[in-house]
């Protein structure tokens, strides 16, 4: 197959999963894995791909005692199916590259497309325009998990073709476009995720001494900043600043994710819940799920979460929800405990590569990017649905890399490959 062929199905995939859709992301992941599909794999990659296998099985055994819609339960086997197609697809698409490196030299360069285009909006239409987070976000865009993976895959990834270039001034100049346009996100998640990968990368989140160290740090760090945010009172304007916002934001993460609220659901002003919705979402799968008594293997696909009344999603109003923001609490709702320990175990599994052996001849340490991975599924699925959102990328990262796993010598390689096609 064309080795352009194969760069230009990895970029599509990416963009795939930029575009947030779901059906979109889907088929293209299903079209780039049936053009670069082979009959050889990884023991590892075939581990991974059974137990996310395993867990769409879970799910699907709410066929026996469905009374819901073919197509919600429909959406849930695609959505829990998707991040298998998405494993495959990168996997066996980075196998047959022979400059290995391209993988990721293209992830960088999406993130530089996607970050110059986003800062080239942002000047553009931000002349008089009143200093609102909110706003900002809801017109600038909210998050760009491509542009994340490339801040990381530049922090931490040496070998790089890009990062060669012979014209340095205007790489540096697309480092910092990235970096700008990372933090105009003012994406809480995006930060703390890309905190947590480098630190993984770099063997700070290891059970060992140095671990220790930076564990002690973080807490001290992370006390201090808490510290700071319970004594921050934000001022009370119609229009506060950009930091005053962003801080205000922060300091409501907790009690919005985590901390549960007892809610009386005929109340017509419902401004006390919306802080607290993700929280909200969250108790209620838990009691439905403990009503029907399925503790084990969940509600099953087509199955919703009942908040009571009439919210308006998407211009639809809608009061039966398919999803909810915590990850945890999807999985649980869908597969039960059973599928929540199958999901953790998932994350397990990406933690043990700090302790698997590597070639010391390797400059990139795959086995500390995948520890990153387990991370960064970690504290998305605290906040978004994981693996299962559809702009969530983490499976993309984990084919990629266990592909290139099989392949010592990452930046030899790349050099004697330089005349290939």
């Known amino acids: 197959?064309?080795?352009?062929?194969?760069?230009?199905?990895?970029?599509?995939?990416?963009?795939?999963?930029?575009?947030?859709?779901?059906?979109?992301?889907?088929?293209?992941?299903?079209?780039?894995?049936?053009?670069?599909?082979?009959?050889?794999?990884?023991?590892?990659?075939?581990?991974?791909?059974?137990?996310?296998?395993?867990?769409?099985?879970?799910?699907m055994l709410s066929l026996f005692t469905f009374d819901g819609g073919a197509y919600d339960f429909l959406k849930d086997v695609v959505y829990f199916l998707r991040p298998i197609t998405i494993l495959l697809a990168t996997y066996f698409s980075v196998k047959n590259l022979k400059k290995k490196t391209d993988f990721f030299n293209i992830l960088v360069i999406v993130g530089f497309a996607f970050a110059f285009i986003h800062v080239v909006h942002i000047s553009v239409e931000i002349i008089g325009m009143k200093p609102n987070v909110a706003k900002f976000r809801n017109k600038f865009g909210r998050f760009n998990h491509v542009e994340m993976l490339a801040l990381f895959s530049i922090i931490c990834v040496k070998g790089i073709p890009v990062k060669k270039t012979r014209f340095k001034v205007l790489y540096q100049f697309f480092v910092v476009c990235l970096a700008v346009s990372f933090l105009l996100y003012f994406s809480r998640t995006m930060m703390i995720v890309l905190f947590l990968m480098v630190l993984a990368y770099y063997g700070y989140l290891k059970l060992n001494a140095r671990g220790a160290v930076a564990l002690v740090g973080m807490l001290i760090g992370g006390g201090l900043f808490i510290l700071f945010l319970s004594q921050y009172e934000p001022a009370e304007t119609k229009d506060p600043g950009v930091i005053s916002t962003f801080l205000t934001k922060m300091k409501n993460s907790y009690t919005e994710t985590l901390e549960p609220i007892k809610f009386d659901k005929n109340k017509l002003d419902r401004r006390e819940l919306w802080p607290r919705w993700r929280a909200y979402e969250a108790i209620l799968v838990w009691n439905e799920v403990s009503e029907e008594?399925?503790?084990?293997?969940?509600?099953?696909?087509?199955?919703?979460?009942?908040?009571?009344?009439?919210?308006?999603?998407?211009?639809?109003?809608?009061?039966?929800?398919?999803?909810?923001?915590?990850?945890?609490?999807?999985?649980?709702?869908?597969?039960?405990?059973?599928?929540?320990?199958?999901?953790?175990?998932?994350?397990?599994?990406?933690?043990?590569?700090?302790?698997?052996?590597?070639?010391?001849?390797?400059?990139?340490?795959?086995?500390?990017?995948?520890?990153?991975?387990?991370?960064y599924i970690f504290a998305s699925s605290l906040v978004v649905t994981g693996i299962f959102k559809p702009h969530d990328m983490a499976t993309f990262l984990?084919?990629?890399?266990?592909?290139?796993?099989?392949?010592?010598?990452?930046?030899?390689?790349?050099?004697?490959?330089?005349?290939?096609?």
């Open 1 to 59: 197959m064309s080795q352009n062929l194969i760069r230009t199905g990895i970029a599509l995939l990416i963009v795939s999963l930029w575009t947030q859709n779901l059906e979109i992301s889907f088929l293209v992941s299903v079209g780039v894995l049936l053009l670069n599909i082979g009959s050889k794999y990884s023991r590892e990659v075939f581990t991974v791909a059974s137990v996310l296998f395993g867990l769409l099985c879970i799910g």
């Open 293 to 375: 008594k399925s503790w084990l293997t969940g509600k099953g696909f087509g199955s919703t979460v009942d908040v009571g009344f009439d919210i308006t999603l998407q211009g639809e109003k809608i009061r039966h929800l398919p999803t909810v923001h915590n990850g945890i609490a999807y999985v649980y709702m869908k597969t039960g405990l059973i599928g929540l320990l199958v999901y953790l175990s998932i994350i397990g599994m990406l933690y043990m590569q700090y302790y698997k052996k590597q070639s010391i001849r390797d400059k990139v340490s795959f086995n500390r990017i995948l520890v990153a991975c387990g991370f």
């Open 398 to 421: 984990i084919g990629g890399v266990l592909a290139l796993k099989q392949f010592n010598d990452f930046e030899n390689r790349n050099t004697r490959n330089e005349g290939d096609s």
